[in-house]
């Protein structure tokens, strides 16, 4: 007698044979629309309905997934036993994030960190604080004089309240084990004289075996130069980078790049953004100093994965 299979068995089933239609009704649209065509008509749909493209899978007892949300950070972080969400994106970026998650079996969150409180990062976060069990959330140290009162933060303040859940402001020295041998070391910020909310982000170093990442929110020159001058070199160094401020001029000094010495930097962009982001300037030093970057703007949804001690990476989207 045949075992009945599991609902994660099933979901997994379902998702598969979903796929293959969809890739099948894909290849006759591109064949009677042209490929251009489709591929704005899957954008169009994606917007409007919240859902995102097919998810990135790549192989490794670590996955680092750089969510495309447009001109806004978000990634999900997973071992073998723990989930980690890294901001969220703005307002109405909660059903993508969302649909991203279920896609990844994600019922859980064992740590959401919120960077700093401005909306392109914590937006959509009181939706997702809101949908799933959260054990507890890690911000930014934003000083008395600083701490905003727009009603995104205190939206997100109030549900951590009224979920209970553990409220930890970041500082140098905070370590948190994430299981399978994977941890975070919190680097930032390093100083108590912050006059930027931008330099209040949480900056954080993952690292799996003889992998590792940089986590750095919107921090800039000024929070660069304060970790380097209080982190010893060894825990500087970071595989992938992921910059500062959208790779913004006003972060991501050559300092920095030099003292982290990435192979691959990300840049979590909106399309066309009003910005310019990544800045000209930034993209200058990293091909100076031979820094591969990825982009969400142009490679949609960016996952690394690593068995500790070699990376892989799969796009949602070839370049551009």
């Known amino acids: 007698m045949a075992k009945k299979r599991s609902k994660k068995q099933q979901q997994e089933y379902r998702s598969k044979l979903?796929?293959?239609?969809?890739?099948?009704?894909?290849?006759?649209?591109?064949?009677i629309l042209g490929q251009d065509r489709?591929?704005?008509?899957l954008d169009t749909l994606f917007q409007e309905t919240g859902m995102t493209s097919a998810p990135v899978q790549v192989d490794g007892e670590l996955k680092v997934h750089f969510i495309d949300v447009?001109?806004?950070?978000?990634?999900?972080?997973?071992?073998?036993?723990?989930?980690i969400l890294v901001d969220a994106g703005e307002r109405g970026n909660g059903n993508t994030i969302l649909s991203y998650l279920e896609s990844q079996?994600?019922?859980?969150?064992?740590?959401?960190?919120?960077?700093?409180?401005?909306?392109?990062?914590?937006?959509?976060?009181?939706?997702?604080?809101?949908?799933?069990?959260?054990?507890?959330?890690?911000?930014?140290?934003?000083?008395?004089k600083l701490i905003p009162t727009t009603r995104i933060y205190e939206s997100l303040l109030d549900i951590i309240a009224e979920k209970?859940?553990?409220?930890?402001?970041?500082?140098?020295?905070?370590?948190y084990d994430i299981g399978g041998g994977a941890k975070i070391s919190v680097l930032g910020p390093a100083s108590d004289n912050i006059k930027d909310l931008n330099n209040t982000s949480a900056v954080f170093r993952l690292e799996y075996g003889e992998t590792s990442f940089m986590f750095t929110g919107d921090a800039e020159k000024e929070s660069e130069e304060e970790i380097l001058a209080h982190t010893s070199k060894k825990q500087l160094h970071a595989n992938?980078?992921?910059?500062?401020?959208?790779?913004?001029?006003?972060?991501?000094?050559?300092?920095?790049?030099?003292?982290?010495?990435?192979?691959?930097?990300v840049a979590l962009v909106g399309k066309d953004n009003d910005y310019g982001h990544p800045h000209e300037e930034t993209l200058k030093k990293l091909k100076k100093a031979g820094i591969t970057l990825y982009r969400s703007d142009v490679h949609g949804t960016i996952v690394f994965g690593s068995d500790g001690k070699s990376l892989t990476v799969i796009t949602e989207k070839g370049a551009a």
């Open 18 to 31: 979903l796929g293959i239609v969809a890739a099948v009704l894909c290849v006759i649209a591109s064949l």
């Open 38 to 41: 489709v591929d704005e008509i």
């Open 70 to 83: 447009g001109q806004g950070d978000c990634t999900l972080i997973q071992t073998a036993s723990q989930n």
């Open 105 to 144: 079996q994600v019922e859980e969150l064992d740590l959401v960190v919120a960077t700093h409180p401005h909306s392109d990062h914590i937006g959509s976060m009181p939706d997702i604080l809101k949908a799933l069990p959260v054990k507890k959330v890690l911000e930014g140290n934003v000083p008395e």
């Open 164 to 175: 209970d859940i553990p409220l930890i402001e970041a500082a140098p020295g905070l370590e």
């Open 240 to 265: 992938v980078l992921k910059l500062g401020h959208h790779g913004s001029r006003t972060s991501n000094s050559q300092e920095w790049l030099y003292a982290v010495a990435p192979e691959y930097a």
